[in-house]
């Protein structure tokens, strides 16, 4: 069969494929996109059941010193952010668990950030020329796009800040992290407040007495998306609109990448048999990237971190005093010790969170959702919690793309020069879209990407003593 030619094809459709394309697109390429799933902007997405937090200040890594010591106790605990889903994966996640242990060294967190710092303080920058491209207005109303017609008329996004509960905001580890967040953001630009728990409860008075008494970090300039996955739909509908092409299921399921039958090109084959040569492929499939990468020459510990997320339907208020009562919660906020973050949505209050590794095969496990329910309510007063009943059917599982120094790969494969990778954005993916397809954009036609790149490389991970044993398996 012919293959069909196109000047880029991108491969996975979630915020950073999407913006890649996008991207790609505005420098006048005919972009094909890849996706494996039934469509682009799907419930199956991971780009479509997160928080929705826009976290541009989300420099610090998970890992972090000490963390070896914490972990078991994470794990065993059933109201830890850490666990494990047991079956025959975790074997094949030693060598990224010994890169993530090694990845809480104090100079490695450092580097982690700075690097993150970089991407980060560009993230929105990197979506404005793609929305404008598109036809969206980030603060205007969602229309057709949103969950519901209740909710037609709110807009993509929210800017009502972001709140970062803390055991003690004042004791040295947060001190500490926060310095290393501003000095990511090249010194003080970021702002960033210690509140004390009359504060917290001053912006949000439901959340219970124990969870404030540590205080909070305060983002005034954080913001969210009312629903993710709508804004993925209206950046779909804006690429085809100016001629892109998306191709789903397994038509769009790239299975190999092999050398084409011109020179400096490359043949993507699907699942279907179906071939599509191209001079420029970008791989964003997340998760799903490290065997593609692989025949692209680079062996790479890319792994998962499973997220869970549940959903409340919002309350109809009955009474007078019921419609005029301040909601429940205005703004996310984050249990840093939970590891979840609640979002007042369109429609609906989601929490969002939870690392557990156990990779991309095996299904949900019940057990956690009931934990991130549990946990939720337990932020609030007990008398406080007004979210209505939980939505079980928007019960969510997602696979986080990482890797273990929680950095993503950006670059150029070791076997083809024109096949570029975009994955590996692990809890700010849809934060690090528009910078990242900006970036991979700029690359593919030979322009300055803004940006140092090493620390996002390949081939970074060639010189580690934990990676070494593994890489040629």
């Known amino acids: 069969m012919a293959a069909v030619r196109s000047s880029a094809v991108v491969v996975g459709g ?13 420098l006048g390429k005919h972009v094909i996109l890849m996706e494996a799933g039934p469509s682009v902007g799907g419930l199956h997405s991971c780009s479509s059941g997160n928080a929705g937090t826009f976290a541009f200040y989300a420099n610090v890594p998970t890992q972090r010193p000490g963390l070896w010591r914490e972990a078991p106790g994470m794990i065993l605990s059933t109201k830890g952010a850490l666990r494990v889903a047991f079956g025959s994966h975790l074997t094949k996640m030693v060598p990224w668990c010994l890169g993530a242990l090694a990845s809480c060294a104090p100079s490695e967190v450092r580097k982690t ?3 993150l710092g970089t991407l980060l303080r560009h993230a929105e920058a990197g979506y404005n020329d793609a929305w404008e491209h598109c036809g969206i207005d ?11 017609k209740a909710t037609a008329c709110d807009a993509f996004a929210a800017r009502r800040g972001y709140l970062l509960l803390q055991k003690d905001v ?10 290393l967040r501003r000095e990511g953001w090249s010194g003080g630009s970021l702002k960033m407040e210690a509140l004390d728990q009359s504060g917290v409860r001053g912006l949000e008075p439901h959340l219970s007495y124990d969870v404030t008494k540590g205080g909070a970090w305060w983002f005034e300039d954080g913001w969210f998306l009312k629903n993710p996955r709508s804004l993925l739909r209206a950046m779909r509908d804006g690429f085809v609109a100016k001629g892109g092409e ?13 050398h084409g039958t011109t020179v400096g090109s490359v043949r993507l084959t699907m699942r279907d048999g179906t071939n599509t040569e191209t001079n420029t492929a970008v791989i964003a499939a997340g998760a799903h990237s490290a065997n593609l990468a692989k025949q692209c020459g680079d062996h790479l510990p890319l792994d998962t971190e499973r997220g869970y997320s549940v959903q409340w339907s ?14 429940a919660l205005t703004r996310p906020v984050c249990s840093s010790e939970g590891g979840f973050i609640v979002s007042p949505m369109a429609g609906g209050v989601r929490a969002a969170g939870l690392v557990e590794l156990g990779g991309i095969e095996l299904g949900p496990v019940s057990k956690r959702f009931t934990q991130l329910d549990l946990a939720t309510r337990a932020l609030f007063d007990p008398d406080a919690f007004a979210f209505g009943e939980r939505d079980t059917q928007n019960d969510w599982l997602g696979f986080r793309p990482t890797l273990p120094d929680a950095l993503p790969v950006i670059g150029k494969s070791s076997k083809f020069e024109n096949v570029l990778y975009a994955f590996g954005h692990q809890h700010i993916g849809w934060t690090l879209g528009g910078i990242t397809g900006r970036v991979v954009a700029a690359m593919a036609v030979g322009k300055n990407p803004g940006v140092d790149l090493d620390p996002f490389s390949p081939k ?5 003593a934990w990676w070494r044993l593994f890489a040629s398996l």
């Open 314 to 327: 919002s309350c109809v208020p009955e009474t007078e005093t019921e419609k005029t009562a301040p909601p």
């Open 246 to 258: 998306i191709r789903c299921g397994d038509f769009g399921r790239v299975e190999s990448v092999a």
């Open 14 to 26: 979630g915020f950073v494929g999407l913006s890649c394309a996008i991207h790609l697109q505005r």
């Open 138 to 148: 980030i603060d205007g109303e969602m229309g057709i796009y949103a969950p519901n």
């Open 113 to 115: 950030a700075l690097a």
């Open 170 to 179: 004042h004791n040295q580890n947060s001190q500490r992290a926060a310095a």
């Open 460 to 464: 970074r991970f060639a010189s580690k």
